[in-house]
């Protein structure tokens, strides 16, 4: 009698996010890869439209009850019934819950633990679930500690940037170590959770993310554009993007005389006093908001930018990006990037070779970039090419998927042996 193939339970945040389009993608190629899963989403979508690659996913999808008090009458008879099940695995979690509350008195632990305890006793029968992978270091990450600790199966999980730099390091550092491993998409990420942890912790693996080089492709030859020129930004609008500065900056190319539209995709947070920063500019009339987008549109956005603008920065509560992907996307489709050298930003766009990096907060050397990369011929012709060559040799997603399902592949056939 054959053996049920082993299935990875991937914990998300929510699914399907347009945000998180690299999330859905992975899962793709993931199945395209031979790897079963089971996605396990604790929010259900909040967009009205998705992705098209999101319709091509197999994948079963579960949603975890949302809310914690709304949301009781679903979470408690499961989590009782495990309690039942299993008494002293559910008292050694629910001290473990304690214990991470009055660390960091945040009521959110127990939704999670009881979020858990739902999928342990509801949804993990008959999955062929045999390992748990998170998204994000936050909340996902706690639903996968907390039901390992139920189950038994063990859990890894991927860090991203805000996830990692606004939660408690040691909330964070106890995720660490009870991971079978974990994923970061940067250099700068894996040194700062290596650090973190210390020697004893599990393994820290930096896979980029990387984009659909295919779907990505230029039209772009590096001829210099004509003004007005048409410059591009695709941001969610919070503070970590450096949106104001890029607004401050715009201003300055108005004043010196440089004809330009700009065009905005993205929402967020800060969308009204962005817009009170553009009236006060006086730039509404060179501005376009267009909001959320499909894929479709970016790309063509993309297709008819002259340059890409992005101002990233460390906001006030840490939190900060690890490598935009739009700055991956604009550099395959032979769109130059000016950017800020925050973070993991200069892993991929080397100063005056694959793009043009400035200190973060400075819209006067924005803007100076910003005229350099239009205006130059040869460095744009070169930045173009130099920009394509690098994103096709160290992020293009099917080449670095395989990293990635060689490491579930392993956590997979290692605890599939094993019962839970």
Partial sequence: MSRPIPVLGMILKGYPRISET???????????????????????????????????IKARVDYLPETFLTSLPFLMPQNLLLAAKKPRCYAAALRTAFRRFLRTRKSATFKHLF?????????????????????????????????????????????????IYTTDPAQLREKIAHAAFVVTCTEYNRRHLARLSGAAAP???????????????????????????????????????????????????????????????????????LQKQVRDLGLEPLTRWM???PHEEVIRQYQQADLFVLGCEIAANGDRDGIPNV???????????????????PELIENGKTGLLVAPGNPEALAEAMIKALT?????????????????RDFNNRSLIGDLAGLYTRALQENGAKPI
């Fill in 22 to 56: 690299f999330i859905s993608n992975e899962i793709l190629l993931l199945e395209e890869q031979g790897i079963s899963l089971h996605i396990l989403s604790m929010r259900r979508p909040r967009e009205d439209f998705f992705h098209t690659s999101v319709g091509r």
């Fill in 115 to 163: 979020q858990a305890g739902y999928l342990v006793n509801k949804l993990l029968p008959g999955s062929n679930i045999t390992h748990f992978h998170a998204h994000f270091a936050h909340s996902p990450t706690s639903v996968a500690f907390f039901a390992s600790l139920l189950s038994g199966i063990p859990f890894s999980f991927t860090a991203h940037a805000k996830d």
């Fill in 203 to 273: 393994a820290v693996f930096r896979i980029y993310h990387g984009i659909d080089v295919g779907l990505f492709s230029s039209r772009h030859n590096g001829a210099l554009p004509l003004p007005p020129y048409r410059i591009l930004t695709v941001s969610r609008m919070t503070a970590k993007k450096g949106l104001p500065t890029v607004f401050k900056a715009l201003g300055i190319l108005r004043d010196r005389g440089i004809r330009f539209h700009h065009t905005l995709i993205g929402d967020g947070d800060e969308r009204d006093s």
């Fill in 291 to 293: 909001g959320t987008q």
């Fill in 327 to 345: 700055c991956v996307e604009s550099m395959a489709m032979g769109v130059p990037v000016v950017a800020t050298r925050i973070s993991a930003i």
């Fill in 376 to 392: 130059d011929t040869d460095l744009r012709q070169e930045m173009i090419a130099a920009a394509r060559d690098r994103v096709s």
